[in-house]
């Protein structure tokens, strides 16, 4: 799958649907994530945000929204959202987990684990009136991180050629 400079691949997966796609929701203003991989015991929510990008417009800007909580509350939306869609759609049977790829060179580990506490909070994860969890995990990783839990090959950015 490809979201503007990244190529990702999602091993093991049954499924994978490009979600945040305007020709699926038509005219819905529901907020969504990039990727839903279906796998057998659990699906995968994946949203791409890739101030490294080649071209970058305004990477001071996306640091500031990332410092001050509105890239943290954008996600979270997300999340809720496409929780519901799934929900109405029947598709609500298996745990989710949820991961945020910051491909963000620049972003100290310490920030990155902060905002990741920071968005369990927003969604939430956890209620004391659930039955159960809204989500089995919810992480923000970097490129290397994602590669580790999925793979060298998982991840790659186009413009750097084959890997």
Same mark, same amino acid.
């Given at each position: 799958m490809q979201e503007f400079d990244l190529e990702l691949s999602f091993p093991g997966a049954q499924e994978v649907i490009h979600f945040d796609d305007s020709n699926y929701h038509a005219s819905s203003t529901v907020q969504r994530v990039d990727f839903i991989a279906e796998y057998e015991a659990h699906y995968l929510y994946v949203e791409i945000k890739d101030p490294d990008i080649p071209g970058a417009a305004n990477s001071a800007a996306f640091l500031e929204?990332?410092?001050?909580?509105?890239?943290?509350?954008?996600? #979270?939306?997300?999340?809720?959202?496409?929780?519901?869609?799934?929900? #109405?759609?029947?598709?609500?049977?298996?745990?989710?987990?949820?991961?945020?790829?910051?491909?963000?060179?620049?972003?100290?580990?310490?920030?990155?684990?902060?905002?990741?506490?920071?968005?369990?909070?927003?969604?939430?994860?956890?209620h004391a009136d659930w039955a159960d969890d809204c989500a089995a995990s919810c992480m923000i990783l970097n490129f290397e991180q994602w590669k580790k839990q999925f793979g060298e090959q998982s991840l790659r950015r186009i413009s750097e050629g084959a890997t």
């Open positions: 929204k990332l410092r001050s909580g509105k890239l943290v509350q954008s996600l #979270a939306g997300k999340f809720r959202d496409t929780q519901f869609f799934r929900a #109405a759609q029947g598709k609500n049977d298996r745990k989710v987990q949820y991961i945020v790829l910051l491909s963000m060179r620049s972003m100290e580990p310490a920030l990155l684990l902060t905002k990741q506490e920071e968005l369990q909070r927003a969604i939430p994860i956890r």
